[in-house]
């Protein structure tokens, strides 16, 4: 199965089963783009998934739009994520990677980082990680509105 026609079949099922907060929209113009909102503890974070031509065989690349203080993620908004990074294999969908998203906000893998100042921070527990989250959602993701289903591009 080539990767366009695979995209179309997974955004056919994950309209069905995204969890409530989530929103995935492909881009009008380009197919293999995918623009990502995931609202969460009362922000809303964009995402741009891109899809190689090589996909499902090579992971999309999976970047965060606007600054975030996370171990897992990098200071560009590139993702750190096993799911997408070592582990991926072509079996692997959409809906896989958002879940792992989805994880990676509720629970950040210091193991792992991309970020080893938030990763440092978050492994003691420190209130210093909490007030940094949450200073720059405040000043980045809460502004977002959720899709406009209609009208979004």
């Known amino acids: 199965m080539n990767s366009s026609i695979r995209l179309q079949n997974e955004f056919s099922n994950i309209q069905r089963s995204l969890e ?15 623009d990502v909102q995931i ?4 922000y809303f974070f964009k995402l741009t ?25 990098y200071g ?10 070592h582990k991926w294999k072509p079996t692997l969908t959409v809906l896989d ?3 792992g998203l989805l994880r990676l906000l509720d629970d950040p893998n210091p ?3 991309a970020n080893s100042r938030a990763a440092k921070l978050f492994s003691s527990k420190s209130s210093e990680y909490l007030s940094k989250v949450k ?3 405040n000043k980045f ?3 977002y509105k959720i899709f406009d289903k209609l009208s979004f591009e």
């Open 141 to 143: 993701n809460s502004k």
């Open 135 to 137: 200073e720059l959602n």
């Open 111 to 113: 193991e792992s980082p």
């Open 20 to 34: 409530y907060g989530c929103y995935v929209k492909p881009r009008k113009l380009n197919f293999n783009i995918w």
């Open 76 to 85: 560009d908004g590139m993702v750190c994520l096993d799911l997408i990074g």
């Open 97 to 99: 990677i958002i879940k």
């Open 39 to 42: 609202s969460k503890d009362g």
């Open 49 to 73: 998934m891109k899809f190689p031509k090589q996909y499902p065989n090579t992971p999309p690349e999976v970047k965060f739009n606007s600054k975030m203080f996370n171990p897992n993620v």
